[in-house]
């Protein structure tokens, strides 16, 4: 049974930084794409991060120079350090991992105060 557990969310004051976890297990075909997306209140997801096999990169233009993806392939699990957060910050964060099947993370809430 496939399983992302996500941890790191929480309560950050302005300026601050959170690094969020995703630990993958129970996949058993090579991890082709890991992402974070988030969801604010009232809002459709968005992708926030997203990293390949390669090691390509992408990020939401609003992240850029803040966020970081990463990955730990021994680990199968993905980062994403979080600096300089801002309000409009404030979502839930989930985990996306693409193998043979895509997956999704239970979503973890991410709260940023001003």
């Known amino acids: 049974q496939v399983q992302l557990v996500e941890s790191g969310g929480g309560l950050v004051q302005a300026g601050g930084s959170l690094r969020l976890s995703c630990a993958a297990s129970g996949i058993t075909f090579s991890i082709n794409f890991m992402a974070w997306y988030r969801q604010a209140p009232g809002k459709q997801r968005e992708l926030v991060a997203g990293?390949?096999?390669?090691?390509?990169?992408n990020y939401a233009d609003s992240v850029k120079g803040r966020f970081t993806i990463s990955r730990d392939n021994a680990k199968n699990t993905v980062y994403l350090q979080m600096n300089s957060l801002k309000p409009e910050d404030t979502a839930v964060y989930y985990c996306y991992v693409v193998s043979r099947y895509p997956y999704w993370g239970q979503g973890t809430q991410v709260t940023v105060s001003s």
């Open positions: 990293l390949n096999s390669g090691g390509n990169t």
